[in-house]
T-cell receptor
């Protein structure tokens, strides 16, 4: 079974731009969660989607948004990028109803200049 | 954002030694997960725990779900150089779908 895939793996943007990251969960998994990882703040929860609906949201500004498609693939978008948005963005998928273990993708390394 | 207290923050050990780390929370969890992350990669799930007192092994790794449900422990026996990395715990409250992560333990193994 293929694991969680994320594209692109690396991205460089400048302040003010927007970016869209993509995540394909493990086949059959319907829950996708997004995290931001930085050296200073660790792994911070962004949001979680299940069956195309956002079920949980972390404490991030509205510039961070996401969506999930009917095939469970998910995208997250960050608008008006700031230098502090530079981070590793990870997505994780869960099977069943999403209330069990999470499996992570390799992440997208975003650098904002 | 909320994070769990994980200790130690980092440790150097000799190859062949046993390693212990733990994670504590101020609230009760009904699931604990332990992950290992290598540089530039996503975390890899090592062990999942679902019941208070549960002890689960995965090769040289053993994890326990604390009986108070507010803590969890990970032990690595006979460490080897490839054990180097950052180990994270993650906990989930009953009725939620969101995991809260620990601050990480950076492990360095001296050959």
């Amino acid at each position: 079974k293929a694991g969680v895939t994320q594209t692109p793996r690396y991205l460089i943007k400048t302040r003010g731009q927007q970016v869209t990251l993509s995540c394909s969960p493990i086949s059959g998994h319907r829950s996708v969660s997004w995290y931001q990882q930085t050296p200073g703040q660790g792994l911070q929860f962004l949001f979680e989607y299940f069956s195309e609906t956002q079920r949980n949201k972390g404490n991030f500004p509205g510039r961070f948004s996401g969506r999930q498609f009917s095939n469970s693939r998910s995208e997250m978008n960050v608008s008006t990028l700031e230098l502090g948005d530079s981070a590793l963005y990870l997505c994780a998928s869960s099977g069943l109803e999403g209330n069990n273990e999470q499996f992570f993708g390799p992440g997208t390394r975003l650098t904002v200049l | 954002g909320q994070q769990l207290n994980q200790s130690p923050q980092s440790m150097f050990i000799q190859e062949g030694e046993d390693v212990s780390m733990n994670c504590t929370s101020s609230s009760i969890f009904n699931t604990w997960l332990w992950y290992k992350q290598d540089p530039g990669e996503g975390p890899v799930l090592l062990i999942a725990l679902y019941k208070a007192g549960e002890l689960t092994s995965n090769g040289r790794l053993t994890a326990q779900f604390g009986i108070t449900r507010k803590d969890s422990f990970l032990n690595i026996s006979a460490s080897i150089p490839s054990d180097v990395g950052i180990y994270f715990c993650a906990g989930r409250h009953s009725g939620t779908y969101k995991y809260i992560f620990g601050t990480g333990t950076r492990l360095k193994v001296l050959a």
